[in-house]
């Protein structure tokens, strides 16, 4: 950060002038109430692109392995900022108090490490890792190094959620009294909005291209294994290969999952079983399934249908005592009047910039995001073996199934091992 961008402040008089300390002599971390916080994006594709703008902070470095990318990262200010196509570039960089991470979610997990260690507060989209061994790492980074994080999925604090038709907060409440009983069922399917970005599949068979030259495809690659370019590889369609990510799983299920995790209250541990419903997945190549089944070691279970998505009448969220339909529906009598008796959900930091100045923890930070991203990678690691993994919550390890823990941490091409 430069040391002159503010140095004194006029008092409501004008006469008395009291100095501010740059924040490097008061240590990483501390933010001047009347600084403004700076940014760079890695990765402006459109998904950098389009989450750019956060009040309270400017743009001041980008970086893209593909030179188009980077044109358009640049043209995202007015203002000459710093464009490289080294991610450490930009992550060493003094004048970058947050790093937004925008790339395919293979390089989340080094990336946020990286980023932790030079001592930069990190905005990482979705999903936060493509392990939960890498995930892992992440969170014991941020605490480490004493960073704020912030996943990029934010439907458990604010907007309706998708296809429900109400936001997040009263269903959290109305589980959260007790109404319903236990255990839970939630039921996530194409009537609630589970059907976008589904079929993003891969292709079983690539023919090797040639490497278009404005893109450095080795280091688009990074800690992924070599595999020969083929444009279906790269950009938009990488999520369909499970070397990059998971499928539509993979993409938006952190989206979905997430806001259920804070409503059932499961901020803390993990499901302890997976089941699938799925046709035997490429070894490479991401595919669809038709259910997937988590259960909670109380007998709460969140349920993904997939193919055949369901049908439109299941209750959103079911219990004992009764059930929630989308718009917030429920059929347990005089409800609204009941629930009208308990107190509201506690209040959370949904404001990430207040939470670099303050240092109070973000709403969905590496811990709760963690988890959630846990539950994805659970069902990818089960749709990789076609079979049905038990889970410790607690050692963050499958049950007797070497298979499966082998993928909890994949080796990673040198020299990208976090």
């Not at 594709?45 to 044109?71: I, K």
């Not at 209250?265 to 079983?273: A, E, L, R, W």
């Not at 109070?360 to 073996?385: H, K, P, W």
Request: charged share 20%; glycine share 10%; aromatic share 12%.
């Amino acid at each position: 950060m430069k040391t002159n961008r503010r140095t004194f402040i006029k008092a409501a008089g004008g006469v008395a002038l009291f100095s501010i300390v740059p924040r490097h002599i008061l240590g990483r971390g501390f933010v001047a109430p009347s600084d403004q916080l700076t940014k760079g994006i890695i990765g402006t594709g459109s998904m950098g692109r389009g989450h750019v703008n956060y009040g309270g902070t400017r743009l001041v470095a980008v970086c893209d392995v593909d030179s188009r990318h980077l044109e358009l990262g640049k043209a995202l200010t007015k203002d000459t900022i710093k464009a490289c196509e080294n991610f450490r570039e930009l992550i060493a960089d003094p004048n970058v108090d947050i790093v937004h991470i925008a790339t395919p979610s293979h390089w989340h997990g080094v990336m946020a490490v990286e980023a932790a260690k030079a001592g930069k507060d990190i905005w990482c989209e979705k999903p936060m890792t493509r392990t939960i061994g890498e995930g892992v790492r992440v969170m014991e980074a941020v605490k480490q190094y004493g960073r704020m994080f912030r996943l990029n999925t934010w439907f458990r604090f604010t907007d309706t959620f998708y296809g429900l038709g109400t936001p997040v907060r009263p269903l959290k409440k109305l589980v959260q009294c007790g109404l319903l009983g236990s255990p839970l069922k939630v039921v996530i399917s194409k009537h609630t909005g589970f059907d976008w970005k589904f079929y993003w599949t891969g292709k079983e068979y690539l023919e090797p291209q040639t490497v278009p030259k404005e893109l450095n495809y080795d280091m688009w690659l990074g800690p992924a294994p070599y595999k020969p370019y083929n444009a279906h590889r790269v950009h938009q369609t990488f999520r369909g290969y499970w070397d990059y990510d998971g499928g539509g799983l993979g993409d938006m299920g952190q989206h979905y999952i997430d806001p259920v995790q804070y409503i059932l209250g499961k901020d803390n541990t993990s499901p302890v079983k997976v089941e699938v419903d799925a046709p035997m997945q490429h070894p490479e190549a991401a595919g669809t399934w038709r259910s997937i089944t988590y259960t909670y070691d109380d007998g709460d279970q969140i349920v993904l249908w997939g193919d055949n998505f369901g049908k439109p009448d299941t209750p959103y969220i079911s219990g004992p005592n009764g059930n929630v339909y989308k718009n917030f529906v429920c059929d347990i009598p005089n409800w609204q009047k009941k629930l009208a008796d308990f107190p509201e959900p506690m209040p959370q930091v949904t404001d990430f910039i207040e939470s670099v100045r303050t240092r109070n923890v973000f709403a969905l930070n590496e811990q709760n995001g963690f988890r959630s991203s846990t539950i994805v990678n659970m069902g990818v690691v089960a749709l990789r073996l076609n079979r049905t993994l038990h889970f410790d919550p607690v050692a963050l390890r499958f049950i007797n199934d070497d298979a499966a823990n082998r993928l909890l941490n994949q080796p990673a091409r040198a020299p990208w091992v976090i």
